[in-house]
């Protein structure tokens, strides 16, 4: 087990509610890393779990673990990319084809895979978990110091695509979690306009 982390707390323990200065800046200034950007060296083995495990302390109605995770490491990734690449140039798609250079860039992948379980709890509710779990991923991998991007793209949505990373049926890609160390600072984008976007009910 790592010692990056505090110990994972025993269930029912009472856990610490305050003021986090560190948090909040990090969260004022973090940024994902463009895919083509990132390079070695590669999250360890042991910050991989430390990121596993922070993602999935993400918020989970039925604590009901809705998703799974599938780690593409180097080699395997490659060759996951060039079964893609086969796919694509079968359909004669060479867009599609070319799309793959964001997969190929980073020297690793998490899939977060959405797997919806059996449960009153509504399918919406078990998809937005698998989301905040892409979240944590990124901002734990970006607070160890590496480079993140959340991306889907074609792979995430063709069933052909799919089988090939091994989802079963019901299953859907949350995000392919780029990985790596970023060569160049990312920039800012584009924020929204929070105050155009909010409202005060008033009955
Ligand atoms: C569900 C989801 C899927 C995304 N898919 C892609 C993608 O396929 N390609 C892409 O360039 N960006 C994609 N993005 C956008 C980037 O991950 C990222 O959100 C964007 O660059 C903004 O970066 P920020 O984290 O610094 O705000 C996706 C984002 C989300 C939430």
């Known amino acids: 087990m790592t010692d990056r982390l505090p110990p994972a707390p025993d269930f029912g323990a009472p856990l610490p509610v305050r003021p986090t200065p560190e948090v909040l800046a990090f969260l004022a200034l973090r940024r994902s890393t463009p895919a083509v950007t990132l390079a070695e060296p590669a999250p360890t083995a042991e910050d991989v779990e430390v990121m596993l495990r922070l993602a999935a302390r993400a918020p989970d109605h039925g604590k009901l673990a809705p998703w799974r995770f599938i780690i593409l490491e180097q080699s395997a990734k490659a060759e996951f990319a060039r079964r893609l690449e086969a796919l694509a140039q079968s359909r004669g798609d060479a867009q599609a084809a070319a799309k793959l250079g964001k997969l190929k860039a980073p020297p690793l992948a998490v899939a977060v895979v959405s797997s919806i379980r059996a449960s009153q709890i509504p399918e919406w509710e078990q998809l937005l978990s698998a989301g905040a779990v892409c979240t944590n991923l990124l ?60 409202s005060h009910w008033q009955g």
């Open 139 to 198: 901002n734990a991998a970006l607070a160890l110091g590496y480079g993140c991007n959340w991306i889907t793209d074609w792979y995430a949505y063709d069933t052909e695509a799919t089988a090939i990373l091994g989802l079963s049926g019901g299953e859907r890609v949350a995000g392919f979690m780029l990985l790596g160390t970023p060569k160049e600072a990312p920039l800012e984008r584009e924020r929204p306009d929070v105050a155009a976007l909010t």
